[in-house]
């Protein structure tokens, strides 16, 4: 114990209580994707009831994930999540593979694509940020074309290092700031829900329009991806297991109650845009929330909502920070990363060089793309080791009879099971929708067997 606080053996402290493992769940999940994503969701399925659709799909796909993790992080409440749940249920090979994908392409583009979010938002007060400083020729740009560097990327990658510093500082203090920004951020979203909703200017006859779409299974799923992104981070939590207070308990309650808040926050949010706003005018703005307000309140509606989007992003980014650092932290410790990675501060207690790392690393990843190509690499990736890692449970009842398990999933092994089955389908799907960014995704993970033979060939035997 150290100023009443438990200290674990690895130096770090559990410092964290379920309000802001809970605010890490919503704070964290609730980012860009709420406000931006609708227009990519109504152009692939053509209707607001099959958007409602996706997004009810894709909620409850999220739940089954949580319910899911809550029993793993329960009896492993270990740094790092998943990394762990994949090293106790297959071996290193897979915990190595997805810790390795999270460095370099799941939660780095994670925190990419929100400060890519947060400049688009920023540019409605200055539109130079749109503007391209100059054109790089190499074939990493859009649509294979030559890498744009863009005023606003260099801003984006100053917001990702200025919250690096944040969480370098201390946990409490970087999950303080969490619940803060959370706090603010959900009160804000409700008063524009409240406004939509409530507006004379509405009208319910949008929720019977529709727009041209991709239409079908390839619709349907092409929709899931962008819903999927926007639930994203429900897991995020589990990542700093090893700083949760009491986390037999706490954790499963986070898990489970933060990602039925958003799913109810998300529904609200689009029945006040479909209130205020037809399919058509949904699929041509790229901002819809920003959109709404505009016809409600005008241009100073716009601004304010813009405002409130800037901030979920920036929660969205510390907590995608405070979290993901810690994976790269766990595989380091067990030998199975540079071995700098692991250093522990002496005095705050965060795994330093962890989040120096993630986050200069992230900052790099801004200048690789769009917001949508950005998500796309992001969801491949992160959902080959999701499904695994919820699998894990399965393997795990199997293989560890015995270990303690202060929460059991509802509903297993249908709920589990499930959830796999969906990610097999949406991992098909985004092969042959978007080939180019999922095999650059599966390449980057490929590009991790060498490290990991010659780091195992380290390890002492």
Known sequence: MADGVRVEPSGL???????????????????????????????????????????????????????????????????????????????????FIYGWTQMWIGKSGSIATLATAFFYYLANFFPRLEGVLLYIPIPLGPDGGPLELRYGQLLAMAVILLLAGVNY????????????????????????????????????????????ATGGIAGFFAALVAALWAYDGWNNVAMVSSEIRNPEKNLPRAL???????VVIYLLANAAYFFVLSAQQVATTDRVAAE????????????????AAMLSIFAALNGSILTGSRVPYAMARDGMFFRPISVVH???????????????????LVLSGRYEQLFTYVIFSTWILYGMATASVIVLRKKRPDMPRPYRTVGYPVVPGLFVLVAIALLASTLRSSPRESLMGIGIIL???????????????
């Open 169 to 212: 500082f201390g946990v409490r203090f970087g999950g303080g700031v969490q619940v803060g920004l959370t706090v603010i951020k959900v009160a804000l979203i409700g008063a524009i829900i409240v406004i939509g909703l409530t507006t004379p200017v509405a009208n319910s006859a949008n929720f019977g329009t529709s727009t041209t």
């Open 256 to 262: 489970i109650l933060g990602t039925l808040a958003v």
């Open 292 to 307: 709404m307000m505009r016809r409600i309140m005008g241009d100073s509606g716009a601004a304010a909502v813009s405002l």
């Open 447 to 461: 590009a991790g067997l060498p490290f990991y033979f010659h780091w195992k060939r380290k390890l002492p035997r």
């Open 346 to 364: 002496p005095r705050w207690c965060t795994p330093s060089n962890a989040i120096l790392a993630m986050c200069v690393w992230s900052a790099i």
């Open 13 to 95: 402290r559990r410092e964290l209580g379920v309000w802001a493992a809970a605010a890490i769940v919503v704070g964290t999940v609730i980012g860009s994707g709420i406000f931006l994503v609708p227009k990519t969701m109504v152009n692939a399925v053509g209707s607001p009831e099959l958007v409602f659709a996706v997004w009810v799909f894709g909620g409850l796909l999220s739940l089954a994930g949580a319910l899911t993790y809550a029993e793993l992080s329960a009896a492993l409440p270990e740094a790092g999540g998943e990394y762990a749940y994949l090293r106790e249920a297959y071996g290193p090979l897979w915990a």
